[in-house]
Nanobody, 116 residues
Framework: QVQLVESGGGLVQTGGSLRLSCAASGIIFSANDMGWFRQAPGNARWLVATITSSYSTNYADSVKGRFTISRDNAKNTVYLQMNSLKPEDTAVYYC??????????WGQGTQVTVSS
């Protein structure tokens, strides 16, 4: 079955960095776009960054210049490097995959907490 497993979350101070990883199995990873989403308490889940199967990237305005999404098809893994973290980045971060338009599969999420 399909599994997306996130890791790398934790507690960090303002200005710090974290790298999230999402290991995928059960999908043809190289054929999938991958995305990172986040959801803070009481808020909707929204898109942080995407990387297509052809390595094109896109970012939410609030993270441009601070976050970098990348993928390693040999390891079936997508990463989110997060630098200059702010308290407002605190959320549960989810990875997701899609072959076409809709996001098909989701991970269980990893908590990122940025202290001020």
């Amino acid at each position: 079955q399909v599994q997306l497993v996130e890791s790398g979350g934790g507690l960090v101070q303002t200005g710090g960095s974290l790298r999230l990883s999402c290991a995928a199995s059960g999908i043809i990873f190289s054929a999938n776009d991958m995305g990172w989403f986040r959801q803070a308490p009481g808020n909707a889940r929204w898109l942080v960054a995407t990387i297509t199967s052809s390595y094109s990237t896109n970012y939410a305005d609030s993270v441009k210049g601070r976050f970098t999404i990348s993928r390693d098809n040999a390891k079936n893994t997508v990463y989110l490097q997060m630098n200059s973290l702010k308290p407002e980045d605190t959320a549960v971060y989810y990875c997701a995959s899609r072959e076409r338009i809709q996001w098909d599969y989701w991970g269980q999420g990893t908590q990122v907490t940025v202290s001020s």
